[in-house]
């Protein structure tokens, strides 16, 4: 892969991960400050619990977003950014612009999920 190209895809996750960072700090300081105990209304206390009930879902996937990044930002430093970590072939540019946090080619990905389709993952 082209210096040029590894640099652009370290800037795009890495204003990726300070977005994702500064979303679960607002979720954080959102949280604190929202109680459902002081409503009165069992409806009122419902719908406050099912919105932290969504942030909290919506930040768990954030979450394992920003492990994905910090392992491709690794990658990046050793070297292995863009080469799949099965068949070890380069991953192609567009693949990588269209999910930046990939580890593996389209051929090997497609593969490994008709795999979970079979074994019902």
Do not use: W
């Not at 979303?23 to 009165?40: A, I, R």
């Not at 910090?70 to 612009?97: F, H, M, Q, W």
């Not at 593969?111 to 979970?116: G, I």
Request: proline content about 4%; overall charge neutral.
């Amino acid at each position: 892969m082209k210096p040029k190209d590894l640099d652009m895809f370290r800037q795009m996750l890495e204003a990726e991960l300070v977005l994702l960072l500064a979303k679960s700090q607002n979720t954080v300081v959102e949280l604190l400050s929202t109680s459902s105990d002081g409503e009165p209304d069992p409806l009122d206390r419902a719908t406050i619990e099912l919105h932290r009930n969504d942030m909290y879902r919506i930040r768990s996937r954030e979450s394992r977003l920003i492990k994905k990044i910090k392992s491709s930002l690794n990658a990046i430093e050793e070297g292995t950014y863009g080469i799949c970590e099965d068949c070890e072939e380069p991953i192609s540019v567009a693949r990588l612009k269209a999910r930046p946090v990939t580890s593996y080619c389209i051929a090997c990905k497609s593969r490994r999920e008709a795999y979970e389709r079979v074994i019902g993952q």
